[in-house]
Nanobody, 123 residues
């Protein structure tokens, strides 16, 4: 199983930007679809974005379309989530996840998870 470590979270004002990174180790990175999920206090963990191994396919949840961009660098075994125009409702712990094969958007389809990184957006 691939191991994942997120970084890049922090506190930002509404309208600001952050870039999250997820470094992978222990697997053939390009064979994994990579996803980002988030969990706000008192809420279920929800899908944010996913990217296929070749970067050819991406999916986003509606609330982040046009503001967030998922990407990956297979030479660096790293996935990124560029977050622009941040809103207070984006405040959550953001998790990186991996699954072999085609991209999916359901949490249970992913079997490797990072520890999470906190993103806080002030109004």
């Amino acid at each position: 199983q691939v191991q994942l470590e997120e970084s890049g979270g922090g506190l930002v004002q509404a309208g600001g930007s952050l870039r999250l990174s997820c470094a992978a180790s222990g697997g053939t990175f390009s064979s994994y679809s990579m996803g980002w999920f988030r969990q706000a206090p008192g809420k279920e963990r929800e899908f944010v974005a996913v990217i296929s191994g070749s970067s050819a396919t991406t999916y986003y949840t509606d609330s982040v379309k046009g503001r967030f961009t998922i990407s990956r660098d297979n030479s660096e075994d790293t996935t990124y989530l560029q977050m622009n125009s941040l809103k207070p409702e984006d405040t959550a712990v953001y998790y990186c996840a991996a699954r072999r094969g085609i991209p999916r958007i359901t949490r249970n389809d992913f079997n490797s998870w990072g520890q999470g990184t906190q993103v806080s957006v002030s109004s």
